[in-house]
């Protein structure tokens, strides 16, 4: 089983529409949640840290659910730049990564 | 930006070869993490170094090794190289836990990458 599994979409939505995904985790004992952004051919960068409280920041929601060891991240008002691709990280000194999920906003 | 660079940013090589690649961290960052993305997939930890010793090692076999310098940048070195090696090679600089064994939970931040294609 993967450390960290998730839905790979693609998520094709239109500019200003709401769009959530999540990953699950298999290692319970993780301390660390993280969702990163990857733009075609670029380096990971840090999107948001997830807190087990749920937090935001701007158009960006993730929610972490220990018990069920999934986190989960939802978008509102997609804007065009908003296409990339999200990898779900789990960790401590070493991050896990799923595969990615691919979201395309379209005009 | 990140401040974490890294070189070459691509490299062509041929099954059998060795090759080199190189990460100069963020400035105030001790530790250095390496990982492998295989297109399609989220990368894979190789290695970390914190303070020039290796903190923790993913599933990859010993022809993958490294290097943490005084200044902490830090080399990834892939001896015999095989096909399935092609993918991007990236490397994340961090704050190691301070009094530590050098686990470090503070925020990586990954440099440009490598793009190794092996023939």
């Known amino acids: 089983r993967k450390e960290v599994e998730q839905d790979p979409g693609p998520f094709n939505v239109p500019e200003g529409a709401t769009v959530a995904f999540n990953c699950t985790y298999s290692?319970?004992?993780?301390?660390?949640f993280f969702w990163y952004r990857q733009d075609c051919r670029k380096e990971p960068k840090l999107l948001m840290s997830v807190y087990s409280s749920g937090n935001e920041d701007g158009r960006f929601t993730a929610q972490l659910n220990r018990a069920s060891q999934y986190i989960s991240l939802l978008i509102r008002d997609s804007k065009l730049s908003d296409s990339a691709t999200y990898l779900c990280v789990v960790g401590d000194y070493k991050l896990s990564f799923g595969a990615g999920t691919t979201v395309t906003v379209r005009a | 930006e990140t401040g974490v660079t890294q070189s070459p940013t691509h490299l062509i090589k041929t099954r059998g070869q060795q090759v080199t690649l190189r990460c100069s961290s963020q400035s105030g960052h001790n530790t250095v993490s390496w990982y492998q993305q295989a297109l399609g997939q989220g990368p894979q930890f190789i290695f970390q170094y914190y303070r020039e010793e290796e903190n923790g090692r993913g599933n990859f076999p010993p022809r993958f090794s490294g290097l943490q310098f005084p200044n902490y940048s830090s080399e990834l070195n892939v001896n015999a190289l095989e096909l399935d090696d092609s993918a991007l090679y990236l490397c994340?600089?961090?704050?190691?836990?301070?009094?530590?064994?050098?686990?470090?939970?503070?925020?990586?931040?990954f440099g440009p990458g490598t793009r190794l294609t092996v023939l």
């Open positions: 290692n319970s004992a993780s301390q660390s």
């Open positions: 994340a600089s961090s704050r190691g836990l301070a009094g530590g064994g050098g686990a470090s939970t503070d925020t990586q931040y």
